[in-house]
């Protein structure tokens, strides 16, 4: 097997627990209405995520399937679309979050948060695309 993409999956997981940490940190911090209020909106926010993923996955594999010979130009593709999806589910949680009139330093720290988890998939990424060919 090859090391580099055990290396890849090991910063993977070390992006993903040191996403979840700044993310815990930051909800202790909050105040218990707050935290009840980040619950109800994570709950909302579950199934649209969860079907939206869904559908880049399905999306995804039937292309690889169909198309092998073009394995870097559909993993390219699927990174910009996941990197969308990302950046535009954070704009969208940002905003509804300061107009719940969340405390600044909790959103600065989801922020971060979610900087530090697309380090990790950029890393796998781009590892999958330009490396391990």
Not at 9 to 20: D, E, G, K, P, Y
Not at 31 to 36: A, F, P, V
């Amino acid at each position: 097997m090859d090391i580099g993409i055990i290396v890849v999956f090991f910063l993977l997981m070390i992006t993903v627990a040191l996403a979840r940490n700044i993310h815990d940190k930051a909800s202790q911090k909050l105040e218990s209405e707050k935290k009840s209020a980040l619950l109800d909106f994570y709950t909302k926010n579950r199934v649209r995520s969860l079907i939206l993923m869904v559908v880049l996955v399905v999306v995804f594999l039937f292309l690889s399937e169909q198309m092998p010979e073009r394995k870097n130009q559909i993993l390219g593709g699927y990174a910009i679309l996941l990197s969308l999806y990302i950046v535009i589910n954070a704009y969208i949680n940002t905003k509804k979050l300061r107009n719940e009139q969340f405390p600044q330093e909790f959103i600065k720290a989801l922020m971060l948060s979610n900087a530090v988890r697309v380090i990790g998939i950029v890393a796998i990424l781009v590892y999958l695309m330009f490396i391990a060919n």
